[in-house]
Structures are given as C-alpha cells and as structure tokens.
C-alpha cells in the first residue's frame, strides 16, 4: 500500500544497465523476459571481488519482475559482469569501463512499472539494508537521491511534526492510515544523514479507529528540518516530510499544550524516554508532576455498594508494589490487572486483611490488599501506574492511583506504611514486600552521597582505636558522653572521637555544640557530616572509612560510660585473643536495670529467630551477668573489634532498613570467618536506649522491623541454630 504513487517514467532496463549510485556504490538494474521465481545470480567474469554485493527481486505491473543489484567496487576498472535469472538459457552479460562515463542512478526510471509493494519493498531495502551495508548513511550523493527516490513514489508527502525534544532526544507525531498498524522499520532522512528511529514507536488508533496516532524518537543534534520520515511494514509503506518549525518545545509543554493525551502514550513516553538518558529521565518525571492524572476509584461508599481504590503504588526496577482497600458486599469484582505498557494486562495476585475506614468515611468494613507485580524494568520511571478492575460482568474499569513520590526516601516511607506491621507474615513479605523493600532501599542507599568532615581541635597522632558515634537528631547525651570520655586518661591519649551526623540539616547547631564541649573538655572532635540521612549502618560504615585506630569501637549516641577505664579493657581483650572478632560490655538502664549483657537469638510468635538480650531487666550486679564469657552477638549500641576486620567484614550490611539487625548480622559475618564474640561482664556503660530510633517516623509507623527481622532469618537461619544449639545450649541457666 502506497498513500500516494508518484509519475513513472519509461521502463529502460529491458537490457541489463550499470548505474552509479555513488563513486564507490553502483546498481545493475534488469528486467528479464519472464517473471523470475528463484534467487538471481551476478558474475565477475574476471573475478574481481567486490567489497559487498546485495540484489533485491521485484514485482512489475506487466507480471515480469525486475532485478536490482548493489555492488560496491573498490577500484574503478573495467567490468564483465554475467547476470542469470534463475531459469535456464536466461542469462545475459554486460560490460562496464568506467572511463567511458557512468550512467547516475534515476530513481524515477527504478521505480518506473512497479507494483505499489515493489516500490515500498525497494524504497525500505536501499534505506534499511542498503545505506547500513555499504556504509551509505552519510553519503550527500546518496542522500539527494534517496530524497529523489521518495519522491518518484510520493510527489506530496504529508506533514510529521517535531513536537518537542529533550537535549537530543526529538519526539516525531504524525496521523497514518487506519490500516498501518505494524511498522517494521522508521527511518529520518536529511541533511544530516539517515538515522533510525528508536525501537517500538507508539502506533494506536486515533479518531474514533479513523486514523492510527505514530510517535516515535530519534536522535539529532539538530531539530530536523526539510527531512523525511519512512515508515514501512507489511500494509506498505508511509512517507511524511518535516518542515522547519523553529526549535520544538519541551516535553512538559507539549504534553499540557496537545489535545491528543491518551493514557497509551503517556505510558509510552514514560517508559521509553525514562530509560534513555538522565535528561529524558528527568523530563517525563517532570511531565508527570506537572500533569500529573486525576485519581480514579470505582463504585461508591455505602452499605450495599462496592468500591475499590489502589491507595498506593511504588514501582521499582523489577516491579510495582501496589496497596489499596476494597469494599465488595455484591461481589462484583473478579480481579485486579496492571497495565504495562506493550504488554497484557498483568493480573495481581492479592494478600487482603480485614479493616476498617473512618467514622469520616462511613467507618464501613473494609478488605486491604497489598501486591507486587513482577512488571520488569518498564514501569520503573512511572510515578502513576495504571490498573483495571475486572468485574464479574466482564467489563474492565480503570483504576488510576493518586501520584506516588518519586524521591527515594519518602518512597521507602510510603512502601513501610502500605502493611501495618500485625499483616506483615512471611507470606506478605516473601511475595509482595522483599523485592521492593531491598530495591528501594538500594535506591536510597546510592542516593545519599559523599559525606563530608569538620574537625575541631588537633587530631590525635596514631591513634590505638577510634570511637564512631553516629548521632541523629538526640544530643542531649553528647555533654556527659563527653565529660566521661575526658575523666578517662588511656581513652584521651589513645582514642580518636568521631561523631557522624546523620541528620545533615542540623550540621552548623552540632558543629556549634562540640565546639563548645571542646573548649570545655579539651578533646579532639572530628564530625563527619553526611550529605543526607541514611541510616544507622551508612552513618556508621562512614565514619569506619575515616577512623585511623587499630581498633574501632562502636558507640551509640545515648551511651555514656560509668566511669574510667572501660575502653582500654575492650580493647585488651582482643589483643589477648586474635580469635576473638567483637567484644561487648554490660549496658544498663537509667534505673541501673541490665539493658544488655551479650545478645542471642530466640523464637518470636511467627518461628522467626529474633535479637534478644541476656538478663534484659535484671538487676546491675546480678552475679551470672557479671560473668564474662564467649556469647552468640553484642549489640552495636557498644561494640569494640579490630578496623582490618571490619573492613574484611564489609562493615555494617546495609540492606537493613533504618537501623536494626546491623549488629547481630555483623557479629554473624565474624563468626562465619571464624571469629569468636565475647562479652564482659565486669565493664558497664549506661544506655538510653533506641532514644534516637524513636524519631525516626518511618521506623516507628512501619514493617522495618518486621522485614529485617525475616531478611536476618532468611540469610543466617542455618548458622543461628548452629550458634544456638552450641552457645545457647551452654547457657541454659543463663537464658534470663
């Protein structure tokens, strides 16, 4: 199919004719006597190789066909050419010297007598085959006659617009005949040579099924002007000139200005462009918040009614995570789909738990859902998927969710509060929250940046271990931490302090605190400034990168000794013993109850093996938790080991969310490389503890726990029983 088919000139190539289509490409062009059924043949009769060679069979008006050979010739020298036509006794021979003159390739004589699909067949072979084979695509002789060549099929093209670009990145929109529904092959034609499209243009119905709507990308340093797109595929093909229209507008600004907003095409774009470059990235992230699509519900709140909304929906690099409610008294609804844009729809399997809506909202019975659908990369730039509810008449109706955000943290914030954490089973984790939870929180591990550092004082020269405090919005223990780091001599000529804030935006009140403590305590302060929060295991692997000690020791912000002498033992201990990995002191509530005297694991109500403290609430001098022995962990609230093992372990896992299960899957790290983890019973710190936590919303309102609780169990489950079985099974009376 042509939309158009341009004048045609005399058939000339009854003979076989040589044609110059370039100084180092030339066509041999014959019409044999009779229609040609099998694969031709061309002959160098001197056998002159030629750099590459490529024939095109096709169809004329008259029933015969014509043949069309491209040759690419190295040298110009005389040629004997011998040409078959697949048919005994049809041959013919031609003879070429080229200095006699060469005979310049017509497009117009090429075409003349071909069928419609001829033409497209050998328009489509030259642009797509040809240029790239003999390295054409930049030829200026090669260009004028492609241009003249669309015009011997199509003397009055119609228009394609250039309606917006993103750096290099041109957005092409056109109308095509109904019937064009698969294009093979989208091809720009100018000044600037040939450039092919991107892969999988938009190509829909448009117009009530009149028309088919074509968007597609290309890659031009220049807006292209006086230039042609070719569009081809099995109903033909489609030939579009562009125009000069000044530089095209941004994509934001044509997406509020066009008429033609189909939910496909946002989808399209986003997808596509999304995947490109950082620039077009940005641009349909842009697009989306400045346009962003009304939120679609379905059905209406009452007593016998039903009603679904998809509340929340977080795509990721594997997927979407969807969450919502639905109220289905009737039972109505018989699935719910996610679209993905050149796909089917995807049916999602739901995890539902029984709720309840606000007094506001009629305070009806409700069903949550959550979900994960395993979409792939295509959804990843969307901040708006689209669904379809399948209902049990068999009709579809949209669901469109309110826009999700697209920073990173308040992404991971919305994926904690989409399960609240008494529905957060290992099913619900497993199927729906494990993938998105570890991608977002990657997210946002890569997005926190580099940190940066203040000092205050002279920094201790060599320093036998360094204290790395993260701090987090709580610096109400920072002046008696201090004040009780200054009272101990070994710890002020041997250690180096490093305090890390993890909450930047308090950066010039924190330098103005410890400049003040040390004016009045004498330390040395080196406070390490991350670029923005991210988490207790970064603030602490941070401020590790910087330490100059031998030894590191791991101190939590609301810890603060109970008197002289502490650090030095700690250390001690592992210069004693290089078997020993960690080491960890008595921890004790303000009330001078045990906090803390070695940790182990045990059972929680879902079989899930989680952190515990020895003696936790016991009185300080309880005598079997003043015994200093091997123990399953120490918590990272204070935690004493070598640097080079530290680094070795790869520092604190960072794949916890917020600040939990760092410490014991540490200590499972040294003891996987064989190391011990001892406890001292006879040195005691105060802990305030998780006071820093608690400001933590994102923390407090979520599954964080929950899922790092069964991230721990799915990665150590074995060697937990083993340590268990062993240490656990030796401290039977001491299981307090």
């Known amino acids: 199919m042509l939309e158009t088919l341009g004048t045609y000139a005399e058939s000339p190539f009854d003979a076989p004719q040589f044609l ?61 050419l011998k040409l078959t036509a697949g048919t005994v006794g049809s041959g013919a021979e031609l003879a070429f010297n080229p200095e006699t003159g060469t005979v310049a390739a017509d497009p117009f004589a090429l075409t003349s007598g071909l069928t419609q699909n001829a033409c497209a067949v050998l328009v489509t072979t030259i642009l797509n085959t040809w240029s790239g084979m003999f390295r054409l695509s930049r030829s200026r002789s090669f260009l004028g006659f492609a241009r003249k060549l669309l015009h011997s099929v199509n003397d009055a093209p119609p228009v394609a617009d250039c309606v917006a670009c993103v750096g290099e990145t041109r957005i092409i929109e056109t109308l095509l005949n109904s019937e064009c529904s698969d294009v093979t092959s989208a091809v720009l034609i100018g000044d600037d040579g040939i450039r092919r499209l991107e892969t999988e243009p938009f190509n829909a119905l448009y117009n009530g099924g009149k028309n088919r709507l074509f968007v597609g990308a290309v890659s031009s340093a220049k807006a292209p002007s ?20 000044g530089e095209p507008r941004s994509l934001s600004t044509w997406w509020a200005a066009n008429t033609r907003k189909l939910p496909e095409l946002r989808d399209h774009l986003i997808t596509r462009l999304g ?28 007593e016998t009614a039903s009603f679904c909304a998809v509340e ?126 570890a991608e977002l929180q990657k997210r946002f591990v890569d997005q926190v940046g580099t940190p940066g550092e203040i000092t205050t004082g002279a920094p201790v020269d060599a320093p036998t271990v360094s ?47 410890l400049i003040g403590f040390h004016l009045l305590y004498g330390l040395p302060i080196r406070l390490v400034v991350m670029e923005q929060n991210g988490g207790y295991a970064l603030a602490c692997n941070a401020g590790a990168a910087r330490a100059k000690g031998r030894y590191l020791a791991m101190i939590n912000s609301d810890v603060v000794p109970t008197g002289s002498g502490w650090l030095e033992q700690l250390c001690a201990s592992l210069m004693m013993d290089e078997q020993v990995g960690a080491v960890g002191a008595k921890l004790l509530y303000a009330d ?72 014991s899957d540490l200590c499972l790290k040294l003891r996987a490389s064989n190391k011990k983890i001892y406890y001292l019973g006879d040195v005691e710190l105060y802990h305030f503890e998780r006071i820093s936590i608690k400001k933590n919303g994102d923390y407090t309102r ?27 099974a030796r401290d039977g009376v001491l299981a307090g």
């Open 20 to 80: 110059q289509l370039t100084p180092e490409v030339y066509l041999v062009a014959w019409d044999p006597a009779h229609t040609v059924n099998a694969p031709p043949q061309l002959e160098e009769m001197s056998s002159r190789k030629f750099s590459a060679m490529a024939s095109v069979r096709l169809a004329l008006l008259d029933g015969r066909s014509r043949i069309v050979w491209a040759l690419g010739v190295k040298e110009a020298a005389p040629l004997r």
């Open 226 to 245: 006086k230039s042609f797109l070719v569009l081809s595929g099995p109903w033909g093909l489609a030939i579009r000139r562009l125009e000069s229209g």
């Open 275 to 302: 995947s490109k470059t950082p620039e077009t990235r940005a641009a349909v992230r842009d697009l989306q918040l400045a346009e962003p699509m009304p939120a679609r519900r379905h059905g209406a709140l009452g």
């Open 312 to 437: 929340t929906a977080l795509t990721v690099e594997s997927g979407v995570l969807a969450g919502g409610w639905m109220r289905d008294p009737g039972r109505s609804y018989a699935g719910l789909d996610l679209l993905v844009p050149g796909l089917e729809p995807q049916p999602l399997e739901l995890h539902s738990f029984d709720g309840v809506l606000p007094e506001s909202q009629g305070g009806y019975a409700i069903r949550k859902f959550v979900a994960f659908a395993p979409a792939g990369a295509k959804m990843k730039h969307h901040i708006q998927p689209r669904f379809e509810l399948r209902l049990a008449s068999g009709e579809r109706a949209p669901l469109v969710p309110p826009p999700q955000p697209g920073d990173a943290v308040d992404s991971r914030a919305s994926a904690l509060g989409v399960v609240p954490p008494r529905h957060a089973s290992d099913d619900v984790i497993s199927q729906c929250l494990a993938q998105p939870f």
């Open 467 to 513: 204290i790395v405090i993260p701090l987090y919005k709580v610096y109400e223990f920072i002046k008696p931490q201090l004040a009780a780091f200054a009272s101990d001599r070994w710890l002020a000529e041997n250690a180096e302090i490093i305090f890390v804030l993890d909450s930047p935006e308090q950066a010039t009140h924190v330098e103005d605190l």
């Open 592 to 663: 001078n109850a045990i906090q803390h005297a070695g940790l182990k694991f045990i059972h929680d109500e879902k079989k899930r093996w989680f952190n515990h403290h020895y003696f936790k609430g016991f009185p300080r001098f309880y005598a079997q938790a003043s015994q200093s022995r091997e123990v399953p962990g120490v918590t990272g609230a204070c935690l004493v080991m070598a640097r080079s093992d530290f680094e070795q372990a790869g520092g604190y896992t960072t794949d916890f969310i917020i600040g939990d299960y760092e410490d």
């Open 702 to 728: 979520g599954v964080a726990s929950q899922y790092n609780r069964w991230l721990q169990q799915l990665r150590w489950e074995q060697e937990i029983m083993d340590v268990m079985s062993s240490i656990g």
